[in-house]
Structure formats: C-alpha cells, structure tokens
C-alpha cells in the first residue's frame, strides 16, 4: 500500500481511482472553464465589457497550467513568475477592465476551482487536499498581483507621456 492510498477505504474505493487535485483539475479544464464563463456571465460589471467566447476564457488554459504546473513542483520549489497572468493583465486593461473587475475574475477563478474539486471529492487524495488549496489560492493570488502590476506600469507610462 503506498502513501498516497493508505488513506483510502471503505466507499471511497468503490467509488473509482484516487487523484491528485492537479489531476483533476487537468482532466476537468474544459467543464472548468465553462463553469467559470457561466459565473462570469452573471456578472454584470464583467460582462458590460462585450467580448467573445475566445476573447473572455483564452487566457484560462494558460493560467490554469500554471496552476497545475505549481501543483505538481516539489515542495519548496520556487514558483515561477506567472508570464501568463502578466499578459492576461495587460490583455484586459487594453480591452477596458478596471481593477475591481480583474479582481472579481480572480475571486471567481478561485471558487469554480474550488467547487470543481467540490464536485470531485470522492476522487480527491485527501491527505493532500488542504495543502493543495493553500497552492491554489497563493498561485491564483500571485497570478492577480502580476496582472495588476500590469495594470499600474499601463498606468504609470500613461501618466509619463501626459506630463
């Protein structure tokens, strides 16, 4: 019995293999993201911005790789700077976010990955579980930080030439 199962009994074997929340979120990326569209559309601060399907999610494979990829390093790894997020940012700005709606994307981002691993919770390796929450919300934090340093170099340089 390795580590990773030893955790496993009872109901939990019958209900089918025990994955890793990167794992999961891998193989949940499309409904994941159709989730987070479907939250956003309620949202009517975000979807005064008219944009298309490829326009409004095409940044998110990216930024959940980067997720994923987190996930999966050793701990103690250093994360790499999410290049991503610093062009999602620079993306949006250009397209007329402001910052309080970049930060409701983010907010929203975290709790369509969270209700994921919700909805697959018979699946989930439980003994990494809350670790890997606290991984998720730092990297979605850190992806945030990075698309609004975007936002105020933007900012800044438009300042510059108006001077």
Do not use: C
């Not at 250093?78 to 007329?96: C, T, V």
């Not at 969270?114 to 890997?132: G, I, Q, R, V, Y």
């Amino acid at each position: 019995m390795t580590e990773s199962t030893k955790f496993v009994t009872g109901p939990r074997e019958r209900a089918g293999a025990v994955e890793s929340v990167a794992d999961i979120l891998e193989r949940e990326l499309p409904s994941l993201i159709s989730d987070w569209l479907t939250r956003v559309e309620q949202e009517p601060e975000l979807t005064s911005i008219p944009l298309d399907f490829d326009d409004r999610t095409g940044h998110l494979p990216h930024l959940l790789n980067d997720v994923i990829a987190r996930l999966r390093l050793d701990s103690g790894t250093k994360a790499p700077i999410s290049r991503a997020a610093a062009e999602h940012g620079e993306l949006r700005r250009k397209q007329g976010y402001t910052v309080a709606m970049a930060v409701e994307e983010s907010r929203l981002l975290q709790v369509t990955i969270f209700t994921t691993l919700h909805k697959n919770a018979t699946n989930l390796e439980f003994s990494l579980l809350l670790p890997d929450i606290v991984t998720i919300a730092d990297e979605v934090d850190a992806q945030l930080k990075e698309q609004m340093l975007r936002f105020m170099a933007a900012d800044a340089a438009k300042m510059a030439r108006g001077k």
